[in-house]
């Protein structure tokens, strides 16, 4: 969580603590009631959820309506901040998978992993070492987690389909490991695809 977002959180919990605090404090000293009484009006009067009587005296009255007020601005305040912090997860997330996409269509001379299991994931790290560009292609979601974890450039789907292939950048390619256990149409797929790429 970013500095800006706990910074929302804390004013968010300060405002509903003092406007609570504040509430039970106001409704004891105006209405004399006990601790607990005033508290329950305040939590009523602040969630907008109503009370059975209505407060005695104006001073009672005019504190209903600036705890009616405020809880309508703080709850209305925190709606918002919890929409916002979706929307810019999600934009987030769609702008990453727009970079990603747009570093692996620049990629040339690469080589593409196909499988990002134990040997697909230490040839990554060979590559990384060398400074050999590559692309991880594999449809498992904990590979997928995996890659987007060590931030590494993926494609998501199988060696199999031509289409991945092509979206990990087949044509451009240096070569492809098949770093997985292989179906004999994904072999079949492979071979095909890669055979303009190997010398």
């Known amino acids: 969580m970013s500095r800006q977002a706990l910074r929302r959180v ?67 305040y925190a709606a918002a901040q919890a929409v916002e912090s979706i929307a810019r997860e999600v934009t ?21 992993i196909c499988g990002y299991g134990r040997v697909g994931r230490r040839a990554a790290e060979e590559f990384e070492v060398s400074g050999q560009p590559f692309v991880v292609l594999d449809r498992s979601a904990d590979a997928i987690a995996a890659a987007r974890e060590r931030g590494v450039l993926y494609v998501e789907g199988s060696g199999s389909e031509d289409g991945d292939l092509d979206r990990a950048g087949i044509d451009r390619a240096r070569g492809l490991l098949a770093a997985a256990d292989s179906t004999p149409k ?14």
């Open 92 to 112: 987030g997330d769609a702008r990453q998978a727009r970079r990603r996409i747009r570093m692996i269509n620049e990629l040339a001379d690469h080589f593409i």
């Open 186 to 199: 994904t072999s079949t797929s492979l071979s095909r695809r890669a055979r303009g790429t190997q010398s």
């Open 10 to 76: 804390a004013f968010t919990a300060v405002a509903i603590i003092g406007i609570f605090a504040g509430g039970t404090v106001g409704f004891h000293q105006l209405l004399h009631v006990a601790w607990h009484d005033a508290f329950y009006r305040t939590a009523v009067t602040v969630t907008l959820t109503g009370l059975d009587t209505s407060p005695r005296g104006q001073g009672a009255q005019y504190l209903t309506i600036v705890l009616a007020l405020g809880g309508v601005a703080i709850f209305g």
